[in-house]
């Protein structure tokens, strides 16, 4: 799983487990954190991206990733996915949420508090320049 995301995911578990202690909860077993441990990478590899089978009759549908993905497209991404599908569902628990599948893993890569990704420069160049400015003329 790898250093880095092993030791988030046990730091991550012993935060939650002193906060149910501070909240007069009994502390977990050692076997219960390492089950915990092991629970939270599995969630963090586990793909937020589900094949889905296009039956609406909407070619570029929105809440099917805009267009199918080609299987040569796809390609150089099976090595580092175990399965790229060709159509796959952009929703989410999180209610009209598109941006959950990268919101994470840009967070963790780059140990940001928040991330939003955008279809183009000039919406990121908004973004950057209202977050820069603000209060400025």
């Keep these: 799983m790898g250093h880095e995301l092993t030791v988030a995911a046990v ?3 012993l935060d939650a487990a002193r906060r149910a202690i501070r909240g007069g909860e009994v502390a977990p ?3 219960v954190l390492v089950s915990a441990v092991g629970a ?8 937020t991206l589900h094949p889905v089978v296009n039956a609406a009759g ?4 929105t809440n099917l990733g805009r267009a199918p993905l080609s299987a ?4 150089p991404w099976t090595r580092w996915l175990a ?3 060709t159509w796959s569902t952009t929703w989410s628990r999180r ?4 941006y959950v599948h990268a919101e994470e893993l840009l967070c963790r890569l780059t140990g940001a508090e928040a991330a939003l990704v955008v279809n183009n420069n000039a919406a990121a160049v908004l973004l950057v320049l209202t977050a820069l ?3 400025r003329e």
């Design 11 to 13: 730091r991550e578990t």
């Design 72 to 75: 040569e497209a796809a390609r």
């Design 29 to 31: 077993q050692p076997a």
């Design 133 to 135: 400015a603000q209060g």
């Design 83 to 85: 399965a790229i599908p």
């Design 95 to 98: 209610a009209g949420s598109r």
């Design 58 to 61: 909407v070619i570029v549908h």
């Design 40 to 47: 939270r990478l599995a969630a963090c590899l586990r793909p």
